[in-house]
C-alpha cells in the first residue's frame, strides 16, 4: 500500500448545512490524517481552474456557479488535505456516489446529500478522483508551507 494524499472540499451547501464537523469525523474514523485545512473564499478564476476538466460539458457553468456558493449564499468552502495508505481510494468510499440517491447509506453523500425539488444534485464534498488529479488540486488550493509536513 501506498501512503498519499487527497484532497476534500466541503461545498458551500455542507458548510450552510453545518456538516463540517460530520464530514471531518467520518475521515478522522477512517484513520486518514488531516495535514492542510483552510477556510476559502471560491472566486470565478479559482472554481474555473478547478472544474477544467468539465468545461464545455452542458453542467459546467452550474458547476461554477455552485462551489462559488451563489445558489446557497455561503462563498466558502472548507478545503482538506487528508494524508494515508491509499488515501485517494478510501477517500473515495468514504464520500460515495456522486448522485446522492444512488450513494450508499453511510457515505457522506448516502447521509448528507440530496436532490433537490428542481433536479440539482448537493452532494456536500468533492473528493479528489485520482492520485495525479490530488496532487493537481492540493496545489490548486494550497500553497507551499500551507500543508503539515512530518
Not at 91 to 99: K, L, M, N, Q, S
Not at 118 to 123: A, L
Not at 135 to 150: D, M, P, S
Amino acid at each position: 500500500m501506498k501512503k498519499e494524499r487527497t484532497l476534500i472540499l466541503i461545498k458551500p451547501d455542507g458548510m450552510k448545512r453545518g456538516l463540517s464537523g460530520e464530514v471531518i469525523m467520518m475521515f478522522e474514523n477512517a484513520k486518514l490524517k488531516l495535514v492542510g485545512a483552510k477556510v476559502v473564499k471560491v472566486d470565478e478564476k479559482l472554481a474555473r481552474k478547478h472544474y477544467a476538466m468539465h468545461e464545455g460539458k452542458p453542467f459546467y457553468e452550474g458547476l461554477i456557479s455552485f462551489i462559488q456558493g451563489k445558489k446557497h449564499g455561503e462563498n466558502r468552502i472548507l478545503a482538506l488535505v487528508y494524508e494515508g495508505e491509499n488515501a485517494v481510494k478510501r477517500a473515495r468510499e468514504i464520500v460515495g456516489a456522486t448522485d446522492p440517491e444512488k450513494a450508499e447509506p453511510w457515505t457522506i453523500r448516502g447521509k448528507y446529500g440530496r436532490r433537490t425539488t428542481d433536479g440539482e444534485i448537493e452532494n456536500v464534498v468533492h473528493a479528489s478522483g485520482t492520485s495525479e488529479e490530488a496532487k493537481q488540486e492540493i496545489a490548486l488550493w494550497f500553497k507551499e508551507g500551507e500543508i503539515w509536513v512530518e
